[in-house]
């Protein structure tokens, strides 16, 4: 069973903005886990009732999107064979749309403009905390203008990197954060400032959740757009318990973060309950 645990990136105990990039097989490209049925149903739930929410798409991202669903369906054959998406019809909504429904990642189309890396199309079921209507058509540099440090620290070799993805070899990211809501649809909630009072070390671990996106990049051979897919992971915060070194990290990169990116990721509500739980599962 994939859970946070399988891509905590606070693991260092110190705040780090970094590409942090790595290669992966072709075969884990896709990772489904016994989470797979539960996410797609919400997908076509969200599909149904929020579709301009969920759904995007730049006039012109037509060929893209074709391509990117007939080379999911082709992995999906060769490495998932019996997975529930390829049961998904091949038509009757836009390629993206359908791509969208077949796999827990939400997957998004990043083509290559005089602006820089820009979002073209996206299936996007569950965002955190971000509209897509605020985003789409938008170079990374404008996507990322609310992260602070991103465009001078990443922009760049986040282009840079982006520039160099070839087909044959896919890689992968996660960025992580501690949340209140384990809703998987979240448009908004970055930068909320006040405190909650409701939530204390001791009811921590009913209130609190840790959210990670397991983050692929997999550029398709012949359009050269990019797809990026966000595959999200929530569990609650006890999932730490057995693991006190960890928890001991986590708090360590919160005590390192800088106001800004703290106040970004909306930890002002419970940093001081979550710290006092996280200390009390290490010690
Ligand atoms: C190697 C590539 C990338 C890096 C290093 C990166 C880095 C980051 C970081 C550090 C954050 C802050 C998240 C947090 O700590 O809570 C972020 C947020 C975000 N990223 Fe990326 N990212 C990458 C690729 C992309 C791509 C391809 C998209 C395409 C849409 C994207 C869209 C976003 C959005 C929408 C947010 C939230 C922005 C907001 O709050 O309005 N990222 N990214």
């Not at 797979?36 to 076509?44: D, F, I």
């Not at 990117?68 to 909504?93: I, Q």
């Not at 520039?163 to 649809?185: C, G, H, K, M």
């Not at 569990?235 to 390192?256: E, K, V």
Request: glycine share 6%; charged share 25%.
């Amino acid at each position: 069973m994939a859970t946070v645990l399988d891509y905590a990136t606070f693991d260092k105990g110190r705040h780090q903005l970094t590409l942090g990039i790595r290669a992966i097989p072709m075969a884990a490209w896709i990772e489904p886990d016994d989470r797979t049925v539960r996410q797609l149903n919400e997908k076509t739930r969200l599909l149904a009732e929020r579709h301009a929410d969920v759904f995007d798409a730049l006039d012109g991202s037509e060929a893209a999107q074709a391509e990117c669903l007939a080379y999911l369906r082709a992995n999906l054959l060769t490495h998932h064979p019996g997975h529930p998406g390829l049961a998904v019809p091949v038509t009757g909504a836009a390629p993206l749309d359908l791509a969208g429904r077949m796999v827990q990642e939400d997957l998004l189309l990043m083509e290559r403009r005089e602006a820089g890396w820009v979002l073209i199309a996206a299936s996007l079921c569950f965002p955190a905390r971000w509209r897509l209507s605020d985003k789409i058509g938008k170079p990374m540099a404008g996507i990322h203008e609310p992260v602070p440090g991103f465009n001078d620290r990443l922009a760049r070799p986040v282009d840079r990197f982006f520039d160099q993805v070839s087909p044959e070899q896919p890689y992968l990211r996660a960025n992580w954060s501690v949340i209140d809501d384990p809703t998987l649809f979240q448009p908004t909630g970055h930068g909320r400032g006040l405190h909650d009072a409701s939530i204390t070390p001791a009811n921590a671990p009913d209130r609190l959740h840790v959210r990670v996106e397991r983050q692929t990049f997999v550029s398709l051979p012949q359009c050269r757009v990019l797809v990026f897919g966000i595959k999200t992971i929530v569990d609650p915060i006890t999932i730490l318990d057995p693991h006190p070194a960890l928890a001991a990290s986590l708090a360590a990169t919160i005590r390192d973060m800088p106001d800004d990116m703290a106040r970004y990721k909306s930890m002002a509500p419970f940093r001081d309950a979550l710290l006092g739980y996280l200390d009390g599962v290490s010690s």
